[in-house]
């Protein structure tokens, strides 16, 4: 089984940048890929930036151009580089770890809050 932790969250005023760090533990082989979902107040939650095992990586449109997801699998850990930061970008982002091949492999980490305001 897999344990994910998300850190890296907090308060930024609109413009500005976090890193989010998202740590794997234990062991699930048919894992091949970890992604960044968003909730924001009142909307479902989606998918904000996703990669897989191979490199490959998928954004959501709002997000292109600002946000990079990235891994570093010595460490089992994922990262969300944010810039230029908007309001709009506000909620709690969760990480998720998965497989594009079974879809009953799929874990949650439990959330960090990010909030963009003035």
């Known amino acids: 089984q897999v344990q994910l932790v998300e850190s890296g969250g907090g308060l930024v005023q609109p413009g500005g940048s976090l890193r989010l760090s998202c740590a794997a533990s234990?062991?699930?082989?048919?894992?091949?890929?970890m992604g960044w979902y968003r909730q924001a107040p009142g909307k479902q939650r989606d998918l904000v930036a996703a990669?897989?095992?191979?490199?490959?990586?998928n954004y959501a449109d709002s997000v292109k151009g600002r946000f990079t997801i990235s891994s570093d699998n010595a460490k089992n850990t994922v990262y969300l580089q944010m810039n230029s930061l908007k309001p709009e970008d506000t909620g709690v982002y969760y990480c998720?770890?998965?497989?594009?091949?079974?879809?009953?492999?799929?874990?949650w980490g439990q959330g960090t809050q990010v909030t963009v305001s003035s």
């Open positions: 998720n770890a998965g497989s594009t091949y079974l879809r009953g492999v799929n874990f």
């Open positions: 990669i897989t095992s191979r490199g490959n990586t």
């Open positions: 234990g062991s699930r082989p048919s894992i091949n890929t």
